[in-house]
């Protein structure tokens, strides 16, 4: 089992911005992508953000150009940069690892096959 735990959700206003951080150990990361998915009020979940194990991400159109997945080795984190937020972001983000190596464009179209999940953490966009 890989623990993951997020941190940094919160309330701001549209147009703002929020930094989105994992915590994650006990993995091997030649081999795992690193994701975030989130689920909107009354919509399933929803992948957003993919780092493949080589560090190439991938992002879904709703997001691209405004969210920013990285990975810092050092911490054993990786984060989601989020600006220009919009009230359509708001929801509950978690983030996700996926040990096979699919690819990350295909664990953005199925988040609900990633391996290991953290509780999540809430973000509210007001207009």
């Known amino acids: 089992r890989v623990p993951l735990k997020e941190s940094g959700g919160g309330s701001v206003e549209a147009g703002g911005s929020l930094k989105l951080s994992c915590v994650i150990s006990?993995?091997?990361?030649?081999?795992?992508?690193l994701g975030w998915v989130r689920q909107a009020p009354g919509h399933e979940r929803e992948g957003i953000a993919v780092?493949?194990?080589?560090?190439?991400?991938n992002y879904a159109d709703s997001v691209k150009g405004r969210f920013t997945i990285s990975q810092d080795n050092a911490k054993n984190t990786f984060d989601l940069q989020m600006n220009s937020l919009k009230p359509e972001d708001t929801g509950v983000y978690y983030c996700?690892?996926?040990?096979?190596?699919?690819?990350?464009?295909?664990?953005?179209?199925?988040?609900?096959?990633?391996?290991?999940w953290g509780k999540g953490t809430e973000v509210t966009i007001s207009s």
């Open positions: 780092l493949e194990a080589d560090g190439n991400p």
């Open positions: 006990g993995y091997e990361k030649s081999r795992y992508c």
């Open positions: 996700a690892a996926a040990v096979r190596g699919i690819g990350g464009d295909y664990y953005l179209r199925n988040p609900d096959d990633m391996d290991y």
